[in-house]
């Protein structure tokens, strides 16, 4: 497996949190509804952007931050895929305007991080597996539904015309190869 260089220098790295931002990047970070209506959190890490994917969860609106909806339930049959190519392009825009963003939906666990690895795979050329390893390192509790992955591993056959992570049968149903074994542990439980 190829790796790809962090997307952070060393020293930028800070330990997982799930309760308030996760940083990805030195420009992108991710959270839950809660963190991302928080004035002080979003100051204090000096965001620009607010990204909410999510129908659900209401906006606290601050002034000085640009905010964009990505209006998509946590559903595998929702097509986050339309956004990933605006978003991870809008993202990018505030990087190179010295901005910040904070991708957020209600958790901070499936859509806001689908969203995360498109980005990582368009604009860091990470492929799909390393993105999903590198984000999980800085917020440990992704998990994108099973519809997210088959759009994911879509999105980086467009990108890169290969996979590094496939949809395989397992006992619960169609999964991506990364969660065999876990699922296999669960079931010897």
């Known amino acids: 497996m190829a790796t ?5 220098p060393a020293q930028a790295v800070q330990q997982p949190s799930i309760h308030g931002l996760s940083q990805i990047t030195s420009s992108l970070y991710i959270s839950n509804a809660v963190a991302a209506n928080n004035k002080l959190m979003l100051s204090t890490n000096h965001i620009t952007t607010v ?3 999510s129908v659900e969860v209401n906006t606290t609106f601050f002034e000085d931050i640009q905010y964009v909806q990505v209006p998509v339930a946590d559903v595998p049959t929702s097509r986050l895929c339309d956004f990933f190519d605006p978003i991870a392009d809008h993202i990018h825009s505030v990087e190179m305007k010295q901005g910040r963003t904070l991708l957020h939906c209600a958790a901070g ?3 806001s991080a689908s969203l995360c690895l498109a980005y990582l795979m368009k604009y860091r050329s990470m492929s799909l597996l390393d993105a999903h390893t590198w984000t999980k390192s800085c917020r440990p509790i992704i998990r994108p539904n099973n519809g997210f992955w088959e759009q994911l591993i879509n999105y980086e056959f467009k990108l890169f015309n290969k996979n590094t992570v496939h949809m395989v049968d397992s006992p619960v149903g169609m999964i991506p190869d990364i969660y065999e074994k876990e699922v296999r542990l669960m079931m010897a439980m």
């Open 109 to 111: 666990v499936s859509r």
């Open 4 to 8: 790809s260089p962090s997307p952070l």
């Open 51 to 53: 990204i909410n994917a």
